[in-house]
């Protein structure tokens, strides 16, 4: 969980420096992913539109496909970011602390890196979306309604809606899953099936909290 949220700190480093000195070959990259993730989505075999049922309950079925995808997502990350992922970190750190050892070069090779990994993730989610038979718009119910059965809830967009933040010089995002859902609010049934889950979730929260 700590490894996509230093990327977050990197993503928004590269971002803030390609706003405030040079566009590319900084942000764009990140730009990119927003683009290209708005494609891949087009990808998904099932493009029907989701109603949530009236009673907001989640079914067991859509549980155990939330939870393949998920587990299809981490085997993915971690031969994605295995090799790469010692320089990713160096470079975040750096960028964190305002160290100015990275040169052009390497920063728009490090925020490459980053585009394409994200990008190779993504497209294993569309992947696996299709095996399980999840349209964008179930999955992302799916995911929300998960978390707030734990008390927990998502930023909204997911790192389209981050990445924009980032590369545009906008306001602070959040680097967490807030904890602040009203247990009132979620559905009984929903937190008695999820409990069980909870620390599962937690585990997995760094690709939910990147919408993935």
Known sequence: MRKLFVLLLLIGGLGWLGYSYVYQPYAAPF???????????????????FEP????????????RYQQVQQEL???VRGVWGETWSALRG??????????????????????????GLV??????????????????????????MYR????????????DLLRQFTGGGAQTPTEIAEDVDPDEVP???RE?????????????DLAFLGL
């Open 31 to 49: 730009v990119e992913v927003t683009e290209t993730w708005s494609a891949l989505n087009e990808r998904v075999e099932d493009q029907s539109a």
């Open 53 to 64: 049922p009236p009673d907001s309950v989640l079914t067991e079925e859509q549980i155990a």
């Open 74 to 76: 981490r085997t993915e």
């Open 91 to 116: 470079a975040a750190q750096q960028v964190q602390s305002g160290e100015t050892r990275l040169g052009s070069a390497e920063l728009a090779a490090v925020a490459r890196q980053a585009r394409d």
């Open 120 to 145: 190779q993730v993504k497209q294993a989610q569309v992947a696996a979306l299709n095996r399980q038979g999840f349209s964008v718009e179930e999955y992302a119910w799916v995911q929300r309604e």
């Open 149 to 160: 059965s734990v008390g927990m809830s998502l930023p909204d967009g997911g790192i389209t």
């Open 188 to 190: 009984s049934a929903n």
């Open 193 to 205: 099936r999820v409990q069980r889950h909870a620390e599962w979730l937690k585990e997995h929260a």
